[in-house]
């Protein structure tokens, strides 16, 4: 018995020694697991959908967060109709139930709607665990058929607006998406005169709200509600309606409708009509009846867009009047009523040149019209090549398959007709263009149609060039001998400059074999889908660059830094840049020297710093690209950095502000105890802080733009010319006294 015993605890001994060490073991695991929990609370960074869905569940299951995720509902605010363009009296038939709004049905799928959305977890308070509740396991979220969720077209469109329309901004550019919505619903309108049907477009933007009104056959009565609200829903998928329509997939008046905070529409036909109204895509309220007067056939729209989506924003009219203008030229007997204004053009495209361009055409300014393809062209002793390509009646910004396939249309027209083999570029060197081709089934590479992908239309649009410019150049003798002669001079330059250039790289080869003021970054333009963001930031001084090369993203952002001030360009010969060794080095940078064609970044955003200097710096680059390489700024690649004037800050917030009106605000806001920065060059915020200002999501980029290529010559002789006196004269007549500088 009594070795029993003994051999009893002594397995008992073995035991107590093992179970300390096995409990101790579990709690370093938990206490491990309660510091990433509190790692992960604290760092601040960007949560993925799957990570947001997995807070989300976790923290619904606590009462006190649904009660927090409740209470930030706020019920939608509806934008007040405005008085109609064009009264429509209408004398009430439809039944009861077609009144009824579909609004309180949304209202009780909210709850469910809004699970199905990852962000609104990122608006859900976070609950502390309790240092008991560490050692627990996570919970993960449940992932079975009650998380499937759908989404009806209308609530995708205001979910992912960046798939439909593109980018959204405040209407400071010209593609941002308030101008797009109008582009929508004007297509329309113009599709209809298209098919011959109404001679003219009533337009109205004023206070943030546009209104639409064509002529065209209308709407068929019993579909209007379905051809704004349901994706794929159009006319514009048969052939014998629409032939050569701008928009074939059924979205753009849809997606207008989804992303306005009121939208409009009021079909007539026949003497009667058919009238929707809709509040951020939901229906509020439908209508048909008889007239009351008798009216022409049509369409009217009135939209506002969405503030929710756009924020504040602003439509800018000297853009909406270019769009007006590109339909006018495009559409030879239409007219485009814009505010009472009007918008015609009876030779079309000969006409948008004869605008474009000034008294510095080499030769009258050439033209061809077909049934599907037309342009005009001419040349002048500017540097590059401009080219206005549309398709269907779609300015189409990054040309496509129909400019390459017109470019060596017109390169083989000119080498048939003189016999000889001269090269493309001496041929198009100086070249303004604009083309136009009617494609049945256009191909675009986004929803905002800015580049036609049709590969199928290049050998027809090619021969049909080179025979219409063969036809042209014959009945034109005078012209034929002027374009002769700049395609002369163009090659005695490129001779002259090749042996330039050889003296340029020889000496770059010495200095180093790398571009000492550029630091490049990962991805650009050749690598496709990972450089199409790719940007490079032209800055002043080794301070600026040296702030924002520790706040970049090295992977798509690169930066070249300039010595102070560049040399003045404007005046100057081809030749002289080639023997200026920064300016030379930042074409190179570019990836430029050669071709425009090669430019390796989708972004030049110069950034200089907020003060005299830096504003004059500005305008010498922007001289340097408009006197060599035009069609940088024509195509939208150059951009001003916009960074903030101001920081105003308490001990709780720090507000950053690009105006003196946003300084002012914050100020008030803030109280009396905020603190108030000037910032006057980029070297002075700090690396950290700077991040901010140039991350995608964040960023102030202007575009620099022109509203008309002969204005170019003129403005850049008046700034940057040698009329050093009456520049002065009208520098002493608008300077600003101290007490009017408000720094």
Known sequence: MGGKSDKLSSKEKKSAAVKPAATKAKKVTAGTAGRKDTAAKTV?????????????????????????????????????????????????????????????????????????????AENVPVVEKKPAQASRPKARAVYDESQVKHLDALEHIRLRSGMYIGRLGDGSNQNDGIYVLLKEIVDNAVDEFIMGYGDRIDV????????????GRGIPLGKVVECVSEIN??????????????????VGTKAVNALSSYFRVVSIRDGKCAEAVFQKGVLASQKSGTLKEKQRDGTYFEFVPDEEIFGKYTFNMEFVEKRMWNYAYLNSGLTVRLNGQDFKSENGLLDLLSREMDDSCLYSIGSYSGEHLKFAFTHTNSYGENYFSFVNGQYTADGGTHLAAFKEGFVRGLNDFYGTSYKAEDIREGMTAAVLVKVKDPVFESQTKNKLGNTDIRQWIV??????????????????RKIQEKILANEKLRTELSAVKKEAKEAAKKISIRIPKLKDCKYHVSDGAKGENSMIFITEGDSASGTMTHSRDASYQAIFSLRGKPENMWGKKQGDIYKNDELYQLMMALGIENSVEDLKYSKIVIATDADNDGYHIRNLVMTFFLDFFEELVTSGRVFILETPLFRVRNKKENVYCYSELERDKAQARLGKSAETSRFKGLGEINPDEFRQFIEPETMHLTPVEISQLKAVPKLLTFYMGKNTPERRSFIEKHLLSNADIDA
């Open 44 to 120: 601040k960074a960007p949560v993925t959908a799957k990570a947001s869905a997995t807070k989300k569940t976790v923290v619904a299951k606590t009462p006190a967060a649904k009660k927090s995720a409740s209470s930030e509902k706020k019920p939608a605010r509806v934008a007040k109709a405005a008085p109609v363009m064009e009264k429509v009296p209408v004398q009430q038939t439809a039944p009861a139930e077609e009144k009824k709004s579909v609004a309180p049905e949304m209202a009780e799928n909210a709850p469910e709607m809004a699970k199905a959305t990852p962000e609104m």
């Open 204 to 215: 109205e933007v004023r206070d943030g709200r546009v209104k639409v009104r064509d002529f």
């Open 233 to 250: 829903t159009g006319a514009k998928y048969n052939d014998d309606v629409f032939q050569f329509s701008v928009g074939m997939n059924g």
């Open 463 to 480: 021969g049909e060039v080179q025979s219409g410019l063969n036809d042209w150049l014959h009945r034109n003798p005078d012209a034929a």
